[in-house]
Each structure stands twice: as structure tokens, then as C-alpha cells.
């Protein structure tokens, strides 16, 4: 495969990223080598995987750092050594069996999960009101927990 077919494919996943995503994706996505990503969020802002789940086959994660800054990360299809940033934010908050926090456009992402790990994705449009369910997945797992940490 030449250079040129690779980045048309990879152009393409990321299209079909955003699409997934639509209502939140309204700034730029950036698109990277996954280690590259994390090295750059940790190394610029403190973040560090807090959270992470799959959906349909994409690892979906969130970063934050001890401020509540956080990212959400999402590996395209096909591309598991990549993680795209479409969306990013404040005040990331861990409640039992939810985390949320505010986009940088003032809307709210949140995410509940259970124990068994089935995780929902809703977001709470900052201009409309609406709530929109983004998308639903398995293995839901905090790694961070941000309540034990300033017990």
C-alpha cells in the first residue's frame, strides 16, 4: 500500500469518527500515534487515563489531570495504535456510578456505568437542551478514582 492510499484510509476513519460523534465535534480533532497522545496530554496538561471502555471495537478513554482538565480520547476502527481527541474539557467529576464534566463549549458529557462495566454516553447540548445518547459499550473501568486520591 503506497503512502498516499494509507492516508486516504486513515482520513477516511477519522471521517467516520467524527460522524459518530457529531453533536460535540465542533473545534478541531486531533489525530495521532496513541503513545504520542498520552505523552503530549501528560506532558502539557497533567492528564493521565482515568477512565476507559470499549465501544463497538473502539477503546474509548477519558484523561484528566488533578485540576479536572480531561480529554476524550477514541481510537478509530482499524486504527488501535491511534487515539483521536474530539472533545475536551473542565471540571471532570467521579460519582458512584458516574463521571462527568463540562465541554469547552459549556455543554455536559457524561458517562454512567454499572458494575458489570456497561457504560452509556449522553451529552447534554449547552445550545439546544436536548440530551442526546452518544453511545453505549462494555468494560467500562475507572483506573483513577479521584475520590480516593484526596481522602
Known sequence: MNKVTAYLIFMWIVVVVIASYPTFVQGQVICNDRV?????????????????????????????????????LITPKGKPNTFCVPVTGTTWIQESNISKGIAFNGSVLSIIHKEDG???ML???NNTGSVQDVTTGYGWERIIDFNKLSN
Open 36 to 72: 504520542a497522545i498520552l505523552e503530549s496530554l501528560e506532558d502539557s496538561y497533567g492528564e493521565k487515563i482515568a477512565e476507559q471502555g470499549v465501544d463497538e471495537g473502539s477503546l474509548v478513554v477519558i484523561t484528566v489531570n488533578l485540576q479536572g482538565k480531561w480529554s476524550l
Open 118 to 120: 456497561v457504560w452509556n
Open 123 to 125: 451529552y447534554l447540548d
